[in-house]
Nanobody, 114 residues
Framework: QVQIMEYGGGLVQPGESMRLACAAS????????MGWHRQAPGKEREFVAS????????NYEDSVKGRFTISRINDANTMYLEMNNLQPEDTGVYYC???????WGQGTQVTVGS
């Protein structure tokens, strides 16, 4: 059974940092591109960042470039999203996905605000 779980959401103030983690079943993690998406209230789910199976290639949505860093530890079937200088527009539910197929976690809420 495929399992994908996100950890680390919560409430932060503008300018602060947060790290999200994603733990996935080995069958959909090892050897596959992984990614983070987010969905703000009233908006469509959007791409945030992705990382190749070996971690050598990463891609970011323009608004998070220079602030967010995606990484992975294959031996632990875990992926991370380090988010710095968070802004209110970063608020949303953050989802982990595996590009092995249509595999998604249930999401974790990130709220940036006063």
């Amino acid at each position: 059974q495929v399992q994908i779980m996100e950890y680390g959401g919560g409430l932060v103030q503008p300018g602060e940092s947060m790290r999200l983690a994603c733990a996935a079943s080995g069958s959909v993690f090892g050897g596959y591109q992984m990614g983070w998406h987010r969905q703000a209230p009233g908006k469509e789910r959007e791409f945030v960042a992705s990382i190749s199976w070996n971690g050598e290639n990463t891609n970011y949505e323009d608004s998070v470039k220079g602030r967010f860093t995606i990484s992975r530890i294959n031996d632990a079937n875990t992926m991370y999203l380090e988010m710095n200088n968070l802004q209110p527009e970063d608020t949303g539910v953050y989802y982990c996905r595996s590009y092995a197929g249509n595999y998604w976690g249930q999401g974790t809420q990130v709220t940036v605000g006063s």
